[in-house]
């Protein structure tokens, strides 16, 4: 208290509905006094309202901490972590926007070879092991201005804006040949592919709707010839 020059004070404790938070002080800079039980009873209101201030804050900060939870969750995979259906849907509605777009936008749409596979022969546990790794091998790849999301199942996707959407072809063949690499889980060799299919705005479609069309079609394409990524006729 020597501090604050406090002549006389009379503190009590911040209580609030998580226990002791802090000590509330009220003091007389002037001269020494005796306190009276109004000023006791003032202080003590003032330390109530003192322990509703923080209680209200803390009461913020986790419905925050909630609200940012629940946007997390609302547009990543809870699997793997990457961006979701709607995630992606929205990067792509931005990018395509006339007005928020910044130049060509592109989209690659890709399909695990062989998950089926590891599913029936492994088990469902592999085969989640494997989409997590196959995520972050996705997540290494990806240059600024990308988004790599888990649109379900084995489809992933990867949407390029502006620049970034030059490289979608070098990207798709850097996709394709890192995802047909061998994975190890629980000490076995695991060996799957990835079709990766090509579509761009505007030259194959000018909407979210076509250019799922049209990256979709290149990706049977793809797995149909099986010898690397296909773009949009």
């Not at 979608?168 to 996709?175: E, F, K, S, T, Y």
Request: proline residues 4%.
């Amino acid at each position: 208290m020597q501090t604050l020059g406090l002549r006389s004070y009379v503190s009590l404790p911040l209580m609030s509905a998580e226990g002791l938070v802090g000590t509330a002080v009220c003091g007389d800079v002037t001269r020494s006094r005796t306190w009276t039980p109004a000023d006791r009873v003032l202080a003590r209101r003032l330390a109530l309202q003192g322990a509703v201030v923080v209680d209200n804050a803390r009461l913020r900060e986790l419905e925050q901490a909630h609200l940012r939870q629940l946007e997390h969750r609302a547009f990543h995979d809870q699997l793997t972590g990457l961006p979701n259906r709607a995630a992606l849907l929205g990067a792509l509605g931005d990018a395509l926007d006339p007005v928020t777009g910044d130049g060509g936008v592109a989209l690659l749409l890709i399909d695990l070879d062989g998950f089926k596979r590891v599913n029936d022969t492994l088990g469902h546990h592999s085969g989640d092991v494997l989409l997590q790794q196959v995520a972050v091998r996705l997540r290494e790849l990806l240059p600024a201005g990308a988004t790599g999301a888990r649109l379900g199942g084995d489809e992933l996707a990867v949407a390029l804006a502006g620049p970034a959407a030059d490289l979608a072809a070098d990207l798709a063949r850097a996709v394709h040949a890192r995802l047909g690499e061998p994975y190890v889980i629980e000490g076995r060799t695991v060996r799957t592919g990835a079709s990766v299919g090509i579509a761009r705005a505007p030259r194959d479609a000018t909407d979210t709707t076509g250019l799922l069309r049209a990256a979709d079609e290149a990706m049977y394409r793809a797995k149909r010839a099986g010898d690397g990524p296909r773009t949009a006729r």
